[in-house]
Nanobody, 120 residues
Framework: QVQLVESGGGLVQPGGSLRLSCSASGSIFTINFLAWYRQAPGKQRELVASITRSDNTNYADSVKGRFTLSRDNAKPTAYLQMSSLKPEDTAVYYC??????????????WGPGTQVTVSS
């Protein structure tokens, strides 16, 4: 069974940086589409950033200029580089992806999430 796993979360001071990773088990797959979402306590899950198979990226206005999403299909893994972090970035971050191989297309996979806390 193919799974997505996030890593890289943790506690960081305001203004600091973190890099989140989202990895898919099974090297035969490539990332067709991937998005990062986040959910803060008491709030709805929101889209943070996304990347297509053509490496076109989109970002929420709240993170533009601070977050960068990239992917490495050789692994396959995607990275969310987060800089100039603010307390309002505190949330559980989730990875969501469509994966494909030569014979299989897997839609709407979710990882279990990784906690990011921005606090002094």
């Amino acid at each position: 069974q193919v799974q997505l796993v996030e890593s890289g979360g943790g506690l960081v001071q305001p203004g600091g940086s973190l890099r989140l990773s989202c990895s898919a088990s099974g090297s035969i797959f490539t990332i067709n589409f991937l998005a990062w979402y986040r959910q803060a306590p008491g709030k709805q899950r929101e889209l943070v950033a996304s990347i297509t198979r053509s490496d076109n990226t989109n970002y929420a206005d709240s993170v533009k200029g601070r977050f960068t999403l990239s992917r490495d299909n050789a692994k396959p893994t995607a990275y969310l580089q987060m800089s100039s972090l603010k307390p309002e970035d505190t949330a559980v971050y989730y990875c969501n992806a469509d994966l494909r191989s030569s014979t299989v297309y897997l839609r709407n996979l979710w990882g279990p999430g990784t906690q990011v806390t921005v606090s002094s």
